[in-house]
T-cell receptor, first 111, second 120 residues
Framework: QSALTQPASVSGSPGQSITISCTRT?????????VSWYQQHPGKAPKVMIYEDNKRPSGVSNRFSGSKSGNTASLTISGLQAEDEADYYC???????????FGGGTKLTVL | QVQLVQSGSELKKPGASVKVSCKAS????????INWVRQAPGQGLEWMGWINTNTGTPTYAQGFTGRFVFSLDTSVSTAHLLIFSLEAEDTAVYYCARGPQGRHNWFDPWGQGTLITVSS
């Protein structure tokens, strides 16, 4: 069982916004610092979409945004597009150099 | 562009060993760490640990000590993952991913993944 809990699936129609949550379920992830989010299409390698809670790497669409409050981090995708259909994983680094946790992943379906 | 290219898929028998390579290009190899991540079939991502490419020091996550070894060949900007005494449960795609040295706040880019299948 992952130390970070995500919904197994979310869905939305093109143009809508969706939010994927990531909740710390154990203190093993320390202060729940430095959350990042990864997008993975079937058969492909993951790609970073958000890092350090809310920073967007160069080249990632501004339709993707991240936030965090208490024990829950969130990834919001606005203006859903068919290409956004993928698995999304949150990731937390505790800051002690030895522990990184991934969430169980959320399958996003664009209806 | 910055890229990590991994070695190809392998089919191994239980008890055998396997070596996965991850070759970096278009950046200074020793400025960034290499992390290893496992993804079992139909499952999520699991961080295996990382290697400091400047010092060569590996750090293994819980559950990946003993049979797993991270190594480097900095002369060719390549990191290696060795797995000994393979078990059926080791069947998975193994990814390498670049990240900051000792500060795992992002992983980018990722290698394309290497499928290791363990079967008799």
């Amino acid at each position: 069982q992952s130390a970070l809990t995500q919904p197994a699936s979310v869905s939305g129609s093109p143009g809508q916004s969706i939010t994927i949550s990531c909740t710390r379920t154990t203190s093993n992830v320390g202060n729940f610092n430095l959350v990042s989010w990864y997008q993975q299409h079937p058969g492909k390698a993951p790609k970073v979409m958000i890092y350090e809670d809310n920073k967007r790497p160069s080249g990632v669409s501004n339709r993707f945004s991240g936030s965090k409050s208490g024990n829950t981090a969130s990834l919001t995708i606005s203006g859903l597009q068919a290409e956004d259909e993928a698995d999304y994983y949150c990731c937390s680094y505790t800051g002690n150099g030895a522990y990184v946790a991934f969430g169980g992943g959320t399958k996003l379906t664009v209806l | 562009q910055v890229q990590l290219v991994q070695s190809g898929s392998e089919l191994k028998k239980p008890g055998a060993s396997v070596k996965v390579s991850c070759k970096a290009s278009a950046y200074t190899f020793t400025n960034y760490a290499i992390n290893w991540v496992r993804q079992a079939p139909g499952q999520g991502l699991e961080w295996m640990g990382w290697i400091n490419t400047n010092t060569g020091t590996p750090t293994y996550a819980q559950g990946f000590t003993g049979r797993f070894v991270f190594s480097l060949d900095t002369s060719v900007s390549t990191a290696h993952l060795l797995i000994f005494s393979l078990e059926a449960e080791d069947t998975a795609v193994y990814y390498c991913a670049r990240g900051p040295q000792g500060r795992h706040n992002w992983f980018d880019p990722w290698g394309q993944g290497t499928l290791i299948t363990v079967s008799s």
